[in-house]
């Protein structure tokens, strides 16, 4: 699976550069999204991998778990935040398609993308430092096939209740407000789409939403509510 997320995550990457009809804003959010994944997936499955081979007892040291942590929360929130613009773009396309070159700029689509890598260094670097500043109990290895924000809290001999707040105002950021900006972008763009008279607009304007990336974000959303719900648990 994780050969397979990869190739298919890079074959898109290639296809998108080497092909100039795909030179347009949206494939220019969609090979970045393609190579975000490369680097975010390859954060978390080797370690999987070497956990899975020695049956659960490879430790993560504290420098390599925060190592892990900071890209994990980096590119989890930078892909995220990206889905957003990927939602504005489809917004603009659809709702305003007279103006939409000039609105979804070069410049802006740049813009966009470094704005969504400094937003997730911006929210995982305090992060990190925060937990990695907590006094640590005599155990400095984890034995996880990732490096978990509870399991490192649990090896803390103070108080986390702090923590436990920044990591809950983090992902509300990072899950909470791009969710919020898709589904409204998507509430206009199907509403816009209804009010098309001829079934010729239906038939290039739904493709058009769905391949943008209907399917991605509940993919991504629910991946990462898979690995947060446990972990607001374990600190609840």
């Known amino acids: 699976m994780y050969l397979t997320s990869l190739s298919g995550n890079a074959i898109i990457a290639v296809t998108v550069q080497i092909n100039h009809s795909l030179h347009t804003p949206m494939y220019f959010f ?3 999204l393609a190579v975000l994944e490369i680097f975010y997936t390859s954060s978390i499955a080797p370690l999987a991998l070497e956990n899975l081979l020695s049956m659960g007892k490879t430790p993560v040291c504290i420098t390599g778990c925060g190592t892990q942590m900071f890209f994990f929360v980096f590119l989890g929130g930078v892909d995220c ?3 957003a613009v990927m939602a504005y773009d489809r917004f603009i ?3 305003y398609p007279l103006r939409y070159t000039l609105i979804v700029n070069w410049p802006l689509c740049v813009e966009l993308m470094v704005g969504s890598l400094v937003l997730g260094f911006l929210l995982s670097l305090p992060l990190t430092i925060l937990i990695f500043h907590l006094p640590f109990c005599n155990n400095s290895e984890i034995y996880h096939f990732y490096c978990d924000m509870p399991a490192v809290m649990r090896l803390a001999c103070a108080d986390t209740h702090v923590h436990q707040t920044a990591l809950y105002i983090i992902s509300f950021i990072v899950l909470g407000i791009p969710l919020s900006v898709i589904s409204i972008s998507y ?3 199907v509403e816009a789409i ?3 008279q001829s079934a010729e607009g239906h038939h290039q304007a739904f493709p058009n939403l769905l391949l943008s990336h209907l399917s991605g974000p509940p993919a991504v959303w629910l991946h990462q509510l898979y690995i947060l719900v446990p972990q607001f648990q374990l600190l609840s």
Do not use: T
């Open 187 to 189: 509430v206009f763009i």
């Open 81 to 83: 935040v990206l889905f």
């Open 93 to 95: 396309a659809i709702c």
């Open 30 to 32: 969609l090979a970045n």
């Open 194 to 196: 209804l009010q098309i």
